[in-house]
């Protein structure tokens, strides 16, 4: 203990659980660098106004949960919510979509933070991993992503998960629905807070959790009785696309989302072991988000998915990662010279990546072989004054408790061979 703790909805990753995180991280990123999307980081705080015009003005996430602030310099900045807004941007800034070769495929990893009430998968600070595919209108694409995504999942062994999709439409049909949907919520009884998101952004209204709420909303018109010809035939030849590689998904036809840049394409990755909190991922096509902050007309779509949730996807299905041994050795010096030749043998057996630990801090042997113990390694080698005059040090198989001296010149060779 300390005088202090982890702020409210914030965690520590702390071993052996973080090797979870890192291994989630890998196995989405992993389908996206073999699919030619490039890694790219941005800061960690972008002005406030990016994120107020792109993922818009009205939504929770802008108006409740940035962590909004000015700097002494008088700079207006805001941590980063998402991925989507700050990725296009920085593309954006650097030209990568006029060198020529479109889309632009990126890839991200890192930490987001929103002001949320906290509960169990929903945190304040959490981690990410996504794609954007920059600067192109093709119905192969959204496949693309949502065929990576499902690629990714059943690659960390998860099952229980659903994938829901929705068109949006585009500025053609979505200002008709919109307008429709309008008059309809007009006409129900609701309270003044949801009236006024009616008028603002009558879709979110359709996300509504209230059972009272959602009760009024089943003769809700459903944006797909509006979507225009160009819109249907582009969410069929996604919906065709996905299909025909396998990939099972559910058409959600009240599937709305949190962030306001979103046209046709929409989609969501939901666990069923989570509870309240059961989107694991979620993404789809943003056409206009370019032009919303200033750039040219560039269509894209991409997706993110939540690292925390997915490990708790893990836990909820039992399903548990193999990760690498941390330690394959564990050296344990007894005496002043045998620290000096056992840290010179752990560091030769490092450099040939064994995975290799020491014993530090002059402990005795029982101490030492309880630190070995607890480490993993299968193999220790100890050696005291008498191992040292012999030449020997003593190898121990902490698998069958076997031990037995091996020559100082001979150990590395030895261990390498043993460990393959
Ligand atoms: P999002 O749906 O807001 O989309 O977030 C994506 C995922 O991040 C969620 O499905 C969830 O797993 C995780 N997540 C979000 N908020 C929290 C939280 N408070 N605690 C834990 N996990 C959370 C986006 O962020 C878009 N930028 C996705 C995208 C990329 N669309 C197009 N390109």
Redesign the pocket.
């Known amino acids: 203990m300390s005088t202090f703790n982890a702020p409210k909805g914030t965690y520590d990753l702390l071993p052996p659980d973080s090797a979870t995180f890192l291994a989630v991280r890998e196995a989405i990123a992993r389908p996206l660098r073999n699919s030619g999307y490039g890694y790219i980081e941005t800061p960690g705080f972008e002005n406030v106004e990016l994120f107020a015009r792109g993922v818009g003005e009205s939504t929770d996430i802008v108006t409740k949960e940035m962590y909004a602030f000015e700097t002494k310099g008088g700079d207006r900045l805001a941590l980063r919510p998402?991925?989507?807004a700050s990725v296009l941007r920085a593309a954006l800034e650097a030209n990568l979509h006029k060198a020529g070769n479109l889309p632009v495929k990126l890839w991200y990893s890192g930490s987001?933070y929103?002001y949320?009430r906290p509960q169990k998968?929903?945190?304040?600070h959490?981690s990410?991993v996504?794609a954007?595919a920059i600067g192109a209108e093709d119905p192969a694409l959204d496949a693309e992503l949502i065929i990576l995504a499902d690629q990714a999942y059943r690659s960390l062994g998860l099952r229980d998960f659903r994938i829901l999709l929705n068109s949006l439409g585009d500025k053609e049909c979505r200002p008709v629905y919109r307008a429709a949907l309008q008059d309809f919520l007009r006409g129900l009884d609701l309270d003044e807070e949801t009236l006024r998101r009616a008028e603002i952004n009558p879709l979110r209204v359709l996300d509504d959790k209230r059972p009272d709420v959602q009760k009024q909303l089943t003769d809700a018109p459903i944006l797909r009785d509006y979507l225009c010809d160009a819109c249907k035939t582009y969410h069929e030849e996604v919906r065709e696309l996905i299909g025909a590689a396998g990939v099972v998904f559910e058409d959600d036809a009240r599937l709305v989302?949190?962030?306001d840049y979103y046209t046709r394409t929409t989609f969501?990755f939901v666990h069923d072991g989570l509870g309240a909190?059961s989107?694991?991922?979620?993404?789809?096509r943003?056409d206009g988000l370019s032009e919303m902050i200033g750039g040219p007309a560039l269509p894209s779509?991409?997706?993110?998915?939540?690292v925390?949730?997915t490990v708790l996807a893990l836990r909820a299905e039992g399903v548990e990662l193999p990760l690498p041994t941390v330690t394959s050795v564990y050296a344990v010096p007894l005496g002043e010279e045998a620290r000096r030749v056992l840290f010179a043998k752990v560091t030769e057996l490092r450099k040939l990546g064994i995975a290799t630990d020491f014993a530090y801090g002059g402990k005795g042997l029982k101490g030492a072989m309880k630190n070995a113990n607890r480490s993993g390694a299968r193999y220790a080698i100890v050696a005291g004054e008498r191992d040292l005059a012999e030449g020997v040090v003593q190898l121990k198989d902490m698998e069958s408790g076997d031990q037995a001296p091996v020559g100082l010149n001979e150990i590395v060779a030895e261990l390498e061979t043993r460990l393959g």
């Open positions: 998402e991925g989507t987001y929103r949320e998968g929903r945190y304040r959490f990410q996504g954007e989302r949190g962030l969501e909190q989107a694991v991922g979620g993404g789809g943003y779509v991409g997706w993110a998915l939540g925390d949730r």
